[in-house]
């Protein structure tokens, strides 16, 4: 059964050092999206793309994230520096495509990674 | 006021018993209404989706919309141990593939 695939599961880092997570979506699936999880929080959307184009980007704090799907497959979300309020869980998700006019499209998760700043 | 309230409990039930879980929304423009389940350290998986308002019925599972409330529920019967994990509402509108998510309720159901 395909699954998206997340590295590293677990990441402990120091405050303002730089972290990076990397994601592999489901093949075929031109949408992918980075959530952020906090410990007893639901996800929130940070990062939503469509092939390798920015779709959404409005909750992600362009000050010290960034994230990039340069050939439209796989991506990367780096932080740099963290801070304490970081920790939490990446989840990265994917789905085959856009909007589809009056149907749904199945938002496919990962294992996540689980990040803690000291 | 977020715009998916959800009680976080946690929630603990015997084997056997009826799980009622519930969440309410702010935003009308929400067509598209999801139940997710968590078990620890993995992510989220969907249960079910319903779109605009009605029951929908998957084994166990029963999703319920009630958009003149803007209030969702999901039933769970005849509970089983393995149905211990944490539930997440979520929803989106139409235009947008946004989903937003409730807090989360953790559910445990002891043998």
């Known amino acids: 059964e395909a699954e998206v695939a997340q590295s590293p599961r677990y990441k402990i880092t120091e405050k303002s050092q730089a972290v990076a997570f990397w994601c592999d979506p489901i093949?075929?699936?031109?949408?992918l999206y980075w959530y952020r999880q906090i410990l007893g929080q639901g996800p929130e959307l940070l990062v939503q793309?469509?092939?390798?184009?920015?779709?959404?980007d409005s909750q992600l704090p362009k000050d010290r994230f960034s994230a990039e799907r340069l050939k439209g497959v796989d991506s990367t979300l780096k932080i740099q520096p963290a801070e304490l309020g970081d920790s939490a869980m990446y989840l990265c998700a994917s789905s085959l495509q856009g909007l589809i006019a009056g149907g749904y499209n199945e938002q496919f998760f990962g294992p996540g990674t689980r990040l803690t700043v000291l | 006021q977020k715009e998916v309230e959800q009680d976080p409990g946690p929630l603990s039930v015997p084997e056997g018993a009826i799980v009622s879980l519930n969440c309410t929304y702010s935003?009308?423009?929400?067509?598209?209404f999801m139940w997710y389940r968590q078990y620890s350290r993995k992510g989220p998986e969907l249960l079910m989706y319903t779109y605009s308002s009605g029951n929908k019925e998957d084994g166990r599972f029963t999703a319920q919309v009630d958009k003149s409330s803007k209030y969702i529920s999901l039933f769970i019967r005849d509970s089983q141990p393995s149905d211990s994990a944490t539930y997440l509402c979520?929803?989106?509108?139409?235009?947008?593939?946004?989903?937003?998510f409730g807090k989360g309720m953790k559910l445990t159901v002891n043998p």
């Open positions: 793309f469509q092939d390798e184009s920015v779709v959404d």
């Open positions: 093949s075929g699936h031109a949408t």
């Open positions: 979520a929803m989106r509108t139409g235009g947008s593939e946004k989903l937003v």
């Open positions: 935003n009308s423009a929400f067509q598209y």
